[in-house]
């Protein structure tokens, strides 16, 4: 069955330094790749979504790469700033259904000063 | 465009009881999905629905059960309560057509059974 694995523990950087979170998936295709952001008590904020036919995707001091050889994705934050924490969630499609959207278990991030 | 509503916040109930949630999606959006939270199981699919009809389901028992009216908004229903269907639930909209699915999620609303 299909699995999507996120670094299990809190990932602590410090502030100014490069945050890199990983997602890895098995048993899956998708044609694409999100990710989200999420704070405590709140729903998750879409922040990126790259296909799979695209290597990196850039947004800001944001940037995902895609690998579908590996079956993972990398998310980087640049610059990282205290108010950059929070838990980050990777997400894809259902295999059989693009509408069916399948979470991981996130990451939480926390950025010290 | 005012964003995904959920109502009510927060809502504290007994075991046995029944409980509806409700879900506004933002204007022109046809798909609402319903996702359950807790800290040990992560964010689990309930079900999705676009245009009144369930078009995907999570493996949920019987007791959760939703619909979706014709403007689109949503509820979501749990009968005969346990104490591990304590949780944040998230609905989500989407205009549920194009070939890509981006979630945009309401705040929740945080279930407690007692």
């Known amino acids: 069955s299909q699995k999507i694995e996120q670094n299990s523990e809190a990932l602590n950087i410090q502030e100014g330094k490069t945050a890199t979170l990983t997602c890895n998936y098995t048993?899956?295709?998708?044609?694409?790749l999100q990710w989200y952001r999420q704070d405590p008590g709140r729903g998750p904020v879409f922040l990126l979504l790259?296909?799979?036919?695209?290597k990196e995707k850039r947004k800001e001091r944001l940037k995902v790469t895609f690998d579908t050889t590996l079956k993972q994705s990398l998310f980087h934050i640049t610059a990282s700033q205290p108010a950059d924490s929070a838990t980050y969630l990777c997400a894809l499609p259902k295999y059989s259904s693009a509408s069916k959207i399948i979470f991981g278990s996130g990451t939480r991030l926390s950025i010290r000063p | 465009k005012a964003g995904v509503t959920q109502t009510p916040r927060y809502l504290i109930k007994t075991r046995g009881q029944q409980v509806t949630l409700s879900c506004s999606p933002i204007?022109?959006?046809?798909?609402v999905s319903w996702y359950q939270q807790t800290p040990g199981q992560g964010l689990q699919f309930l079900f999705e629905?676009?245009?009144?009809?369930?078009?995907n389901k999570g493996n949920f028992p019987g007791r959760f059960s939703g619909r979706q009216f014709s403007n689109s908004r949503s509820e979501m229903n749990v009968s005969t309560l346990e104490l591990g269907d304590s949780a944040l639930y998230l609905c989500?909209?989407?205009?549920?057509?194009?070939?890509?699915?981006?979630?945009?999620f309401g705040a929740g609303t945080r279930l407690s059974v007692l």
């Open positions: 204007s022109g959006h046809r798909s």
């Open positions: 048993n899956y295709s998708p044609a694409y």
């Open positions: 989500a909209s989407s205009p549920g057509d194009g070939n890509v699915n981006i979630q945009y």
């Open positions: 629905y676009f245009s009144e009809t369930q078009r």
């Open positions: 790259i296909r799979e036919n695209e």
